[in-house]
């Protein structure tokens, strides 16, 4: 009962006082959850009722299935992001095909990350580096912030083929067309956000701003819409303009419903049991990809005209007569005065109706959310864009898992709770699951709304409960408030969810730690920033750099010659300038002996032959190798051929049970000789130390302070510095 239905464990000694908590603490979540999920849908490129779809039911099932007591799943910033991203190149943002593709999307995300946890893939997670992950946050929560300009200022942008190109041209739109009233709003919910932050931290600071803002929009008639006949714009090419809009929108309809039927006779013709020619399969496919092609042309032809239209501005004049007309700027008469605001166009995800042309100058508002709940049906399925949207789907599930884990962690080390990383996958992965058959997209655990949570005293999941049936109350009957709520707002919503991810300490720290770790993370950054909105390239290259570097390493593990520190231990000689027995060579070899890098460890041992004439005997420090292959048997066999066959003696020393049973069933371990195997190094020199150095031993070798201790007394050496300490050293060292 407690692995298939983890939340049976709240219910253990569960009584009324958890319950007021978690009631709370559940209603505290859901005034934050309802504005920001409304934002982030907006991030996803959708309608912002699908936020609240994905607070709804993925809230819940998440909270039932996870190992967190106290996480909170629901539409995040990073995913929703990477929703939009991989969806733009296949369909218009918010369109019933994009709508359709990013619920399928979560329904793969979703069995992604189910089939991960039954599988106990948990350790996936490793593949994404925190240098990676520290790169990619960075620049992604500067493409999420820079992105919500257009909605802050109130301008229009032109989604270009790589974000900094559209931020230059939002900049110019800025300068040029900045609508104050839209600015002051979002400044204002900015300005109400940070003071309740800084003077109340525990109440819904973003629900106030919304409030606020949405009562102000109301009264003071923020919203300025008009609906026209074409025939009142004063500019023929506006005018042609619309006209192309509305036939391309018609010759996509046609071109849609083309390839709809050729998918079905393509289907037909696969699930044939007659015998079909290879002429009529390619003929069908040939076909099929031609009607793309045009498809792909028409909407890249829409998202043009969309670009020019949205980039007019008019003023608002009326005639001598009377007669209320729109001029773009710079071309009214002298002689007509204007209203002083500037007017656009402002469409949907359809034709524009030459008949009611919808004009604003206003403060853009959400407007008109749907009621009701959403209906409870399979997502459309397509067998092409399921095996397209894998791999996506595959780095939304690493992405939101590692946000969800990460802040699981955090918590749990404030509770004490056990946070099974697995048993979490599976509740997020049925999440997104439950979720897709709701109409939501994909969903993660939110840093924010868990730490709300967290403080406001959620004892189990059951705060998620709560949390999921105040948004459906919402749904039901309170959409209709919403209405007022402008963009700017969720705008600044985003931005200020947002800045808190921006972290390029931890990117120092990651140099400070290794270098190459540090420049995996710079990397990433940048790789990220530039190929923007195509996210996933910069994922590609800082996992790839990643893997690149755990390939270098173990291709050339730490190989290191030992030597005689001054508190008697044996450290690596060239880090802390340690002097050498010419006798004797004891190498390190830091790292399992494999396939990758067996020859490397030859390599090292004849460099060390050539560089001590006076050489008699190896010890190989086995106590790193922890495995062996056969690539590394055939090697170490080798070795040991030529160092004997040259006159000298190699011993081996710290060998674990693993390498040993290996040596043993390869039959090296009877080549090697048992009485040339070791269990310590200090076994291995004392056992060498008389016949490499022949008749007289040497006062000054290195090797000998250990054996001085078992006879001599020595003075304090702590207080002495490095060469005060080596020189008491010498001086103490005797024959044995």
Known sequence: ??????????????????????????????????PQSMAYAQ???????????????????????????????????VVSLMTASTLEPLATMGSNEYIMYAILLALIVGIT???????????????MSHPVVNGFTNAAAIIIATSQLPKLFGVYAYHAHHH????YKVFKEILNYTHIPTLLTGVLAFV????????????????VAVVVTTLLAYFSGFEKNVKIDEHLIVSPETVQLIRHLDKSYDTL??????????????????????????FDLLEQKHLLTEVRYKEDKIKERIKDIKFHISSLHFNYAKNKDGKVKFYEVGKVPNNLETDGKIWRIKFGYNKIDSTSVLMTGGVEV??????????????????????????????ISLLGFMEAIAIAKAIASKTGQKVDANQELIGQGLGNIVGSFSSAYPVSGSFSRSAVNFHAGAVTGMSSVFTSIVVGITLLYFTPLLYYLPQAVLAAIIIMAVIGLIDFK????SWRAKWYDGVIAIVTFIATLIFAPHLEIGIYIGVGLSVGVILYRSMRPKISSLSRYYDLSLRDSEFHQLDECKYISLIRFGGPLIFSNAHYLEEEINKKMRQKPELRCIIVVCNAINDIDASGILALELLVDRVRSAGYRILFSGMNETVLAVLQRTGLFDKIGQENIYPTMEKAITAIIKSSHGDHIDEECPLLAMHHLLYFKTKDIKGLNDDERKEDTRKNKKDE
């Open 164 to 167: 900094y190109e559209t931020i």
């Open 113 to 127: 990350q189910v089939v991960m946890g039954s599988l106990k893939m948990g350790l996936l997670i490793n593949l």
């Open 506 to 509: 931890s990117i120092k720290e």
């Open 1 to 34: 009962m407690n692995r298939f239905f983890p939340f049976v464990n709240w219910f253990k000694n569960y009584n009324l006082n958890f319950l007021k908590l978690d009631i709370i603490s559940g209603i505290t979540v859901a005034l934050v959850i309802i």
């Open 366 to 395: 959400v407007g008109d959310i749907p009621a009701g709940l959403p209906v409870f049906q399979l997502p459309e399925f397509d067998g092409d864009l399921f095996l397209y949207l894998i791999p996506y789907a595959l780095i």
């Open 192 to 207: 109400i956000m940070l003071l309740c932050k800084k003077f109340f931290p525990r109440s819904p600071y973003v629900l």
């Open 43 to 77: 991030l996803a490129g959708l309608p912002v009722q699908y936020g609240l779809y994905a607070s709804l039911l993925p809230t819940l099932v998440a909270a039932l299935f996870g190992s967190s007591r106290q996480l909170a799943t629901g539409p995040v910033a």
């Open 253 to 278: 309809n046609i071109l849609t419903k083309k390839l709809y039927e050729l998918n079905k006779n393509l289907e037909a013709i696969n699930e044939s049991e007659n015998e079909v020619s290879l």
